[in-house]
């Protein structure tokens, strides 16, 4: 597309292997971001994180880690990264600088308890749908401007209700069917869930992904995610997780 010369220059002038002091300003204010993972056959998801200014935390020039909350169970982000640790984070200031932020590593999953070891100072939330379950822990690789030329400039407007419904459970708090996919459903056919393992195959699942976070643990004990399972799994156990 005869764009070489543009992207090389870009590249050489704008592209960091950490966050300077003007990137970890930013990070510290922003109360969002967009989050790209991928399974190790390449499927994509794209989803948004959201929380407190400096929920995104800037660890050193070269690590950020933020919270994972309560979810709705799916947890693609976090099986994503379990499978490819590649991801992308794209913040975007609407409010003020009307600027964006590009950051791309590595990721790993971090046990709240092993996270706070080794960072002390990490907050606890008072609010329950904001308590950590894991972190996501994200090692900079680059990092780089996204142009201001094509982002809005917003304004906050006050909600009219107080408060947010942090960890609801309350389908009409949550956003209800707002985009009519159940009433649609029936055309899409019977939903069939991905078939579950039977119990020994799951339980002998369990035991690799348990040993191999020992491995890591072994590797940095301070910080090593300390797995999914536990070994007490008996052949009466649900073939699936919960």
Request: glycine share 8%; proline share 5%; aromatic share 8%.
């Amino acid at each position: 597309m005869g764009t070489t010369e543009r992207a090389d220059r870009f590249y050489a002038d704008q592209v960091l292997d950490r966050l300077n002091t003007r990137m970890r300003e930013f990070v510290a204010r922003q109360e969002m971001f967009f989050l790209a993972t991928a399974d190790r056959h390449g499927e994509c998801d794209n989803t948004f994180r959201a929380g407190p200014p400096g929920f995104l935390h800037v660890l050193d020039d070269r690590t950020l880690a933020y919270p994972e909350y309560r979810g709705n169970g799916v947890q693609a982000s976090l099986g994503n990264i379990e499978e490819n640790a590649h991801v992308g984070i794209l913040m975007v200031d609407f409010l003020r600088d009307r600027i964006g932020l590009h950051v791309n590593g590595r990721a790993r999953v971090v046990a709240d308890d092993a996270m706070r070891r080794a960072h002390a100072g990490l907050p606890y939330d008072s609010v329950p749908g904001r308590r950590a379950q894991v972190w996501v822990e994200v090692s900079v690789e680059e990092a780089y401007i996204h142009c201001a030329k094509h982002i809005p400039h917003l304004q906050k407007v006050p909600r009219p209700e107080s408060g947010r419904a942090w960890g609801t459970d309350d389908v009409k708090r949550k956003g209800g069917d707002f985009f009519g996919a159940a009433a649609e459903s029936a055309e899409r056919g019977v939903f069939l869930p991905p078939p579950r393992a039977d119990a020994a195959t799951w339980r002998a699942e369990a035991e690799r992904v348990l040993v191999r976070a020992e491995q890591r643990r072994g590797e940095d004990e301070e910080q090593a995610f300390t797995g999914w399972f536990a070994r007490k799994v008996t052949a009466s156990s649900s073939p699936g997780p919960a």
